[in-house]
T-cell receptor, first 115, second 116 residues
Framework: DTGVSQDPRHKITKRGQNVTFRCDPISEHNRLYWYRQTLGQGPEFLTYFQNEAQLEKSRLLSDRFSAERPKGSFSTLEIQRTEQGDSAMYLCASSLTGTANEKLFFGSGTQLSVL | AQTVTQSQPEMSVQEAETVTLSCTYD???????LFWYKQPPSRQMILVIR??????QNATENRFSVNFQKAAKSFSLKISDSQLGDAAMYFC?????????????FGTGTRLTIIP
């Protein structure tokens, strides 16, 4: 169990550029979640997958955001035409459903700064 | 929609003392889960303790315990014998019991400082 890993740890980009983040969940976990955390706030839900199916998307996920989990393993979150308001930490989490005490494991996040 | 409120942006406690962090929530559901997560400077959210709303008994995990008052919609975290490693942001979170609605709703957090 190597935990949830996210890449990159930091990303600095210019406004208008596209960025893509990657999340590798714990290998046997079928659920994968994306959250966004801005300074001084708690994480806010963006979207989640069960295996490769995207089951829910938040209103926060504008048309510029897209998430995929092509083979039910790793996931990518892409932001097109970044804006300064997109600056935040993007957290990924995974879990295994059906267990008696389902637990969510978080990665260390990708910190995005849009200049 | 559910909301979670943490009214203490910052708290401090002397090492080895006890501190209580407050959390209130609003929901119309009768079954749900409540959590406390810790976020140290490494940024990784770590589950501290979990409470099922249908359970009368307050959850405990070693030095961590909760005071769950369902009628008052209150869920406080007590940390006993505080240690330097407890310094972190603490987030209270709510999750619906309904299948297909498993997202967490977080509060704004409480920054806990441990004074040596």
């Amino acid at each position: 169990d190597t935990g949830v890993s996210q890449d990159p740890r930091h990303k600095i980009t210019k406004r208008g550029q596209n960025v893509t983040f990657r999340c590798d969940p714990i290998s046997e976990h079928n659920r994968l979640y994306w959250y966004r955390q801005t300074l001084g706030q708690g994480p806010e839900f963006l979207t989640y997958f069960q295996n490769e199916a995207q089951l829910e998307k938040s209103r926060l996920l504008s048309d510029r955001f897209s998430a995929e989990r092509p083979k039910g393993s790793f996931s990518t979150l892409e932001i097109q035409r970044t804006e300064q308001g997109d600056s935040a930490m993007y957290l990924c989490a995974s879990s295994l459903t059906g267990t008696a005490n389902e637990k969510l494991f978080f990665g260390s996040g990708t910190q995005l700064s849009v200049l | 929609a559910q909301t979670v409120t943490q009214s203490q942006p910052e708290m401090s406690v002397q090492e080895a003392e006890t501190v209580t962090l407050s959390c209130t929530y609003d929901t119309s559901e009768s079954d749900y889960y409540l959590f406390w997560y810790k976020q140290p400077p490494s940024r990784q959210m770590i589950l501290v303790i979990r409470q099922e709303a249908y359970k009368q008994q307050n959850a405990t995990e070693n030095r961590f315990s909760v005071n769950f008052q369902k009628a008052a919609k209150s869920f406080s975290l007590k940390i006993s014998d505080s240690q330097l490693g407890d310094a972190a942001m603490y987030f209270c979170a709510y999750r619906s019991f309904d299948f297909g609605n498993e997202k967490l709703t977080f509060g704004t957090g409480t920054r806990l400082t441990i004074i040596p």
